[in-house]
């Protein structure tokens, strides 16, 4: 109950939140192998965004580990992504 009061707290009065500094990112650039394929991470990519990529349904769709390749080089761009996997499970490449 401790943790629930926490959590509806800290939603419904932003400012008691810590901010930014709580949110776990890669400490370095490193690379992420799936299988064969290479994928550069570069620092400061928020890990749990990371972690709700669906791998094997993006190993599947090979212009979509391009894409993925791509916007790890730009974090901001992969929340759309993460979104499109999480919610649609597929992205249109256009």
Avoid: C
Avoid at 1 to 23: C, H, Q, S, V
Wanted: glycine residues 4%; aromatic residues 4%; without cysteine.
């Amino acid at each position: 109950m401790t943790a629930f009061n926490d959590a509806i707290e800290k939603m419904l009065w932003p400012d008691k939140r810590l901010g930014k500094e709580t949110i776990k990112v890669t400490g370095k650039d490193t690379v992420l192998k799936i299988r064969s394929i290479e994928i550069r991470v570069p620092a400061g990519v928020p890990i749990d965004l990371l972690a709700n990529i669906n791998v094997y349904k993006a190993i599947q769709i090979p212009a979509l580990l391009h894409k993925l390749d791509q916007l790890l080089s730009e974090p901001h761009r992969l929340v759309r992504l993460v979104e499109v996997l999480k919610n649609r499970g597929q992205l249109t490449t256009s």
